[in-house]
Structures are given as structure tokens and as C-alpha cells.
């Protein structure tokens, strides 16, 4: 029936042609609507836009691939309910006529709008059901493969399964390697990444861009050169190459106006603040400057993020970013419009991990804003926001979601001198920190451990003892951090401008706990002097972002066994001296 139907529009136009061409045509056309297809799967597993907008309308005589340009153009203004009822229909169509490659790309596509909804079920069964139509088939167009692919993967990292995402991504690049689809490979690295980025392979991540650099900016102006561009900015932004990662997202943000892309644009403006909040910070930290010409930077790209967003958890991001930084640099005036704003964004974002951080984000400021309210309001605030945090890392099962959640709750019950509960949930994020190997969160909650525990005791006496199960997570979570060495700096690439506030305290209250009494004995002096040279090492690993290389331990009394070394251990209320006489751990405090 849709040979005769072709047959009679060619014929119709005074051409003559016959059944073979006709035949050959309707291949043709096939093929072109698979690579558009294609070209569509692929816009959305990197969330990006690919292909010229068409009206969000049903057409007339609704086409089976006119019905997925109208879900994509939905799904890329944020109609995320619209575009998954338009691609029902797309999926049940293909169904009816039998073709089962394009219904198993529209099911992998409902599934990355699933994603976008927080309906993780729905995603799940969508990809499932994806795959299983794929086995089906004797043989599958790689690209089509892979954009499938490219839609689990991005199931797995936004449920929590870093791992998985990074290793199906892997997948997908080499199926577009095959298909001799060098944009597609591109688009499926970037996507490596963000798994990357999520497993704190920072440095690794930094090496794959080195490689993929040429061939971004090698790239025509489009959508996949956009997302390059900006992932490109933001690694440098972590490796701390601040200037240039300014420069590439300007480039990348241009580019988003030039080709008309809102949503990208949001983004770019989001993380072009980010940057600039950085450089702010290094400028105070590293140049004894103010930084204001960055301040102002950041603020003003934040407040245009969070106007252009189509989406509202960048939005929200935006606004979060722009309030934590008025509350840093003091400037915070009242402004109820945007908690007000920010308050009723959280409440209508579905669950997901961006979701439980912005929440906990949001909590955290609130306490912070002693400008606009009381302490005790602040607190009570924000444990409501925590606990809705909480409730939602449940729900996705993510564990490292959870522990942050219910930590980050221990330190606000620590800050209302609530220290039952403090410990309570406080152990609970220990342990499934522990349980998932997160070292970079684990630390902080050895060292909230020591802190209740030794504030506890203190409260209850007026001697001020050290309360030696106190000592016990000191020890632990200065053991994490040493192990985590130069990885440290990878884990949390902002860490760099926070030392002081997140790494160094941990070492210093440790070395306060131990030197509290008049008469230390010689364990704790030997280990008080150990603690201070691993500070330094950190602080050197810190300085230059990386291990520098593995320290080789060498006793001082081989060096030069006539020495003395003075050890000036500068505290939060006091000056300690530990000196190292001649002769094996001849110690004096």
C-alpha cells in the first residue's frame, strides 16, 4: 500500500519511474527518517538540542517520526508530561506498523523523559522494554545501539550507579567508533565525564579532554559542540585553570546564542558564575584581594541563568548559588522574593539526587542567614528541608545521597546542642559511608563524631577532659585523610578554597584533644608531632592540587642525631610547642 502510494505522488509529478526505483526510493527514505531518529536519540542522551524546532503541534495526518520531533521539542522547553504522551503515541505507532528498531529509540527516549519527571520506574521499564525489543532483532544499526545505550547510561548515573553509566557510555563510543560516527563518539565521551565527574575521577577526566579538545573546537557550531565546550570549561574550573575555563564557557555561551539554544544557554551561564565565584575566592585566599569585579560577575551571570532557565532545577541551582554567595560575601540584604522562590522550586521538584543536594543546599543557608532570623528558626527551617532530603534519597535508594542528608542533619542538631540526636543520625551517615567506601564524606562524619562526642563532655563538666572515645574518631578520620592524600583535591575540586574550613580544623582539633593536659604523655607527643607533619603534607597537596609524589619517611635523628627541631603548633585559643631533643623520641611539651 505505501509503494502504490508513492508510486502515484512520483507519478503525479508527470515522472517516470519504475517499481525498482520506487523501491530503492522508500529505502531511502527509510534511512534518512532512521538517521534522524538517530540524530534526535542522540540530542537527548546529552540533553542538548540537534535538530531544527518544530512547532509544537500534531500534524495533520500524524507522522510516526513527525510525532517524535514534536515530543523532542516538548522535552526541550520543558513539557516533560506533554512529551511523553507524544511519544507514546510515536512508540504505539511503530508498534502497528511493525517497526520495531525505531519503537525500541522512542522507548529509550520516553525513558530519558521519564528521567526528567523523576519517574525512575517508568524509566527503568522504558529502557528495559527498549533493550528487549533490541534482542529481538537480527541485526541493529550501531547508532541506533547506541543511543540506546547512551539513554541507560544516563538512567544509571542519575539513580546513582556511576559505575554502570561510565561502563555502558564506554559501550556506546564504540559502537559509534564502528559506525564511523566521530560526533556521535564525542557526545558519548562528554557523557563519560559527568560518570567520571560523579566518581571523582577528576584527573582522569581532565586526560580525556586533553585528548578530545582538538576535535571539539574541529567541531561545525552545533548543539554537541555547545555541551563540549562546556564540560570542557567546567574540567578546567576543577583542575584550576580558572582563566581558561572563563574563556571557553564565554566561547560556549556565545555559541548557545548564536544557534538559539535557551536551555543550554541556562547552563552555560550557570557554570560561566561558578567560575567566577572561584576566581573570587582564589583572589581573597592566594591575593589578598577582594575580589569584586568577580563577585559582581558571578551574581549578575546567576540572576540570567535563573531567568532563561526552562528547566526549574536549573533555576533553582542558579538562585541557591546566587544566595549562598551574598551570605559569603556578607552583601546579603533581605530578600524574601528569593527564598520565597527558592522555597517554592524545591517543593515542586521531583525526587532525585540534584534535587536532595539543592535541599540540603537550601537548609544549610538558612542557617547561615542570621541576618533575617534567629537561629533557633533557622535550625527548625532546615531540618524540615532536611528531613523532605531525606525522605527523597530513600525513595532513590542512594545511599551516598542518604548519608549526606542525614549528616549534614547531624550538624544542624550539633549546632542546637541536640546531641542524642546529633550522634544518632550521625552514626547512621558513618556507616553507610563506610559501607560504600565514600571517603571524602566519611571523614566528616569521623570528625562530627569526635566533635559531639567531646562537646558532650565538656557541657557536663567544667575540667574539660578529653573524652577518649572522641580521640578514637579524630584518630579515624585523620587516617581517611591521609589516605586520601592527593585524591583529595580530586574528590572535591573545591577543596582548595575551603581547606581551612573542611580539612585543616580536622588535624588541628585532633592535636588540641591530645595536648589538652598539662603533662601530656609521650604516645600522644609522638603522635601529636606525626599529625602536624601530615598537615603539611596535605597543605602540599593541597597547594598543588595533586600528590606530589609518595613521601618517603626518613627519622630526623639520621639526618643529623645532634639536632633539636622546634614544632610551634598554632591552636584555636593557644600556642603549643613540642621540641625534639637529641636522641630517639626525646620529647618536650
Known sequence: MRNLCLSRIVRSLGLVVSDSAIMALKCLLRTVRSLLLALLGLSLSLGIHTVTQVRAELPATPDNLALVQVGKNHYDTGKFTKAVQILQQAAQGYAETGNTLQQAQVFSLLSLTYQKLGQWQAAEQAIQTSLSLLKTLAEANPIVRAQILNAQGRLQLATGNAEAALATWEQAETLYQQAGDPVGAIGSQINQTEAMQSLGLYRR?????????????????SPVKVA??????????????LEKSQGILSQSLALTQTLGLPQQESKILLSLGNTEQTLAQRAKVFENSSGEDYIQAALTHYQQAAMKATLPLTRIQAQLNQLNLLIETDSLSPNQDLLSSISAGLSTLPASRASVYAHVNFAESLLNMSELMTQQQGTND?????????????ELEDKRAISYSLGTLGKLYEKKQDWTNAKTVTENALLIAQQMNAADIAYQWQWQMGRLLQAQIQESSQNLPVNPDAIAYYNEAVKTLNNLRGDLVALNPEIQFSFRETVEPVYRQFVDLLLRSPTPSKEHLIQARNIMEALQLAELDNFFRDACATPAAVNIDNVDPQSAIVYPIILSNRLDIIIKLPGQDNLRH
Open 205 to 221: 577526566t581532565k586526560q580525556l579532554y586533553q585528548r578530545l579538545e582538538q576535535a571539539i573546537f574541529g567541531l561545525d557550531n
Open 228 to 241: 563540549g565546550l562546556q564540560n570542557f570549561g567546567t574540567i578546567l574550573r576543577q583542575g584550576g585553570d
Open 382 to 394: 532546615s531540618v524540615a528541608i532536611l528531613n523532605t532530603a531525606i525522605q527523597q534519597a530513600e
